[in-house]
């Protein structure tokens, strides 16, 4: 850093002239450093005289110091780095705003701190234009600061619903002409349409502003009552580099944007007004979204007014080899299927919540249609869990194929004549076996939460109907947690004794582990006889691990029965595994 020569270290700081006219007063770099030598004019009043012009002289002196103090400055370590790896530390500061109805600084240049440390970082903050593009309506003074300092930089806007009407007027016609290099909007869902359900005077010129380079376009809920509406034309429905669209309340329709570049679509609906639309129009829309990685689509109904196909024309089959993860909530399961069965999408991790329906040749509709293409996610499941919540009327259906997890959520919808879940639990997984690929499944668990009603329909037919679609079965975890089990463990072991009818071979040769807990009818004599068959038929049975309260108070387990199971099982355990669980992605908090 260039130092100026005068005054400086070299130099006297005041001249012969003033040195002649007091002997005493000494202001120079070496008396500078020596204050215990300094004999300064005392104040004794509220105003003193002058003569000597010292305050003139200390504001040189000032300047010189604060000259110094930046050339100490610049020989700390922190300033070998060059002023645009600084530029990239301080962009770290910057938070992004991934959720706007949260984001409480986006936009208040909260990092700002960082100009006041010294002169240099003060330069590198106020010259970097990247810092500087984060405008929110609800801090005014910082956006047009913003405005003025972020040159050419694309910018990033969040309208805020607590701004007042002026402040959010005042930005907004001072961002409109730089809507060009605007490329993340952010918009409450009330500012899009007024009462009367036409275009928000506040946004109307805004979303109808051409806007080339938008990334984001984000309409975010608010607490407010109202129903939900279709997304009108936006930027003149031309948004060529549009990556992320996520509406809250609203829906889109082919021509509201351009969806050729698009890898990311959420629609949300309301709880009590879910989404409207017609099925066909989200296949539109998906089929236009070739590059699409991430769909969610919460609390939606969708409606088919109308055949999807021409009777004579094959089923719509849209491909969609990028998108890698499915997330739909609250429709009905045969709107899923319908949709599902229509998309060909092979690297894809699938979650669904709908309501269970029933055919009228009493099969369930889950949400996974019957025939699964040889691309679908589902073809290959190698863990699956079965989980009842009978307090809830619902089955979860929790798995992993040989590349994703999967979460299946069916509930019964109130006012249904399907009946409650212990009645139609085991059809349901009957269903389930039918429906899924089962062929490659390496480990199941059947569970249920706490409930007080026993379960009906698990016959030994019906479990042997099930595992006969699990030839690779290896390990099998039954969770119970209801008072009343209804014999459920005894219907599964007799099922698995039992040979096939067709074929006159064992159920799932390959299973060797077995885990179960809860069970309120163990017979330590059934489980015996079922691993001596298993032996004697050449599949033998090497773990077993149970938690029963049958030997929660044992101090001495050679007392018990379980020597005797030992020896025709391998390992015989008081400490089965947790049940099966999967990370998939939260998408309600958007």
Not at 113 to 137: F, K, N
Not at 281 to 298: G, H, K, Y
Not at 465 to 490: E, K, N, W, Y
Request: hydrophobic share 40%; net charge negative.
């Amino acid at each position: 850093m260039d130092v100026p020569t005068a005054p400086s270290a070299l130099s006297p700081l005041v001249t012969t002239q003033a040195e002649a006219q007091d002997d005493k007063l000494r202001l120079t770099l070496e008396h500078l450093l020596h204050p215990e030598q300094w004999d300064l004019p005392e104040s004794i009043g509220p105003y003193v005289l002058d003569p000597q012009s010292l305050a003139d002289k200390l504001q040189v002196l000032d300047r010189s110091v604060a000259l110094l103090k930046r050339y100490r400055n610049s020989l700390c370590p922190i300033h070998r780095l060059s002023p645009d790896v600084l530029a990239l530390v301080f962009l770290d500061l910057v938070d992004d705003c991934e959720s706007p109805s949260t984001a409480f600084n986006f936009g208040a240049v909260s990092w700002v701190y960082i100009a006041h440390v010294c002169h240099r970082w003060r330069t590198i903050a106020l010259g970097c234009a990247t810092l500087w593009t984060q405008i929110s309506t609800r801090y005014p003074e910082a956006a047009l600061a913003c405005l003025d300092r972020a040159g050419d930089a694309p910018l990033s806007l969040l309208v805020h619903p607590g701004a007042t009407s002026s402040n959010s007027k005042l930005v907004l016609d001072r961002v409109y002409p730089h809507m060009n290099r605007m490329r993340h909007l952010y918009v409450p869902w009330t500012h899009v349409y007024d009462q009367n359900g036409l275009v928000s005077e506040l946004l109307s010129s805004l979303i109808d502003a051409p806007a080339p380079l938008l990334e984001t376009f984000h309409v975010y809920r608010v607490r407010e009552s109202g129903g939900c509406l279709r997304l009108p034309t936006v930027f003149g429905g031309h948004t060529p580099r549009l990556r992320v669209l996520k509406l809250s309340y609203l829906y889109p329709h082919l021509g509201n944007a351009s969806f050729g570049c698009l890898k990311e679509l959420y629609i949300r609906g309301r709880k009590r007004e879910p989404v409207s639309m017609e099925l066909s129009d989200l296949l539109d829309i998906l089929q236009a979204c070739p590059v699409l990685e991430v769909f969610v689509i919460l609390k939606a109904c969708f409606k088919s007014s109308f055949p999807l196909e021409e009777v004579d024309e094959p089923t719509r089959r849209i491909r969609l080899d990028r998108l890698r993860r499915i997330n739909i909530s609250r429709c009905t399961a045969h709107i899923a299927e319908m949709l599902l069965s229509r998309l060909i999408v092979p690297n894809c991790q699938l979650s669904i919540d709908v309501w269970l329906d029933r055919r009228s040749d009493f099969r369930f509709e889950f949400g996974v249609p019957v025939d699964l293409c040889e691309e679908h996610p589902l073809r290959d499941v190698r863990k699956l869990q079965v989980a009842y919540c009978s307090g809830n009327s619902s089955v979860a259906l929790i798995g992993m194929t040989h590349a994703h997890p999967f979460h299946i959520i069916a509930t019964i919808e109130p006012e249904t004549n399907i009946g409650d879940m212990p009645t139609i639990s085991g059809q349901l997984l009957l269903c389930v076996a039918k429906t899924l690929d089962l062929s490659l499944l390496e480990e199941f668990t059947v569970a249920e939460t706490s409930f007080y009603h026993p379960h009906v329909g698990f016959s030994r037919d019906v479990w042997a109907q099930v595992l006969a679609r699990m030839p690779l079965l290896r390990t099998l975890h039954i969770r119970l947690q209801s008072l009343l089990d209804s014999g459920f463990c005894r219907a599964v072991v007799s099922a698995l004794a039992t040979p096939d009818e067709r074929t006159g071979r064992a159920l799932c040769p390959l299973l060797d582990t077995i885990s179960l807990a809860e069970d309120k009818t163990w017979s330590s004599l059934q489980w015996y006889k079922f691993a001596r068959v298993r032996r004697e038929a050449g599949h033998p049975l090497r773990h077993l691990s149970v938690h029963l309260p049958h030997y929660e108070n044992v101090e001495d387990m050679a007392e018990t029965d379980l020597a005797s199971l030992r020896e025709v099982i391998d390992v015989v355990d008081l400490d089965p595994p947790e049940p099966l669980s999967v990370d998939l992605p939260d998408a309600s908090g958007w």
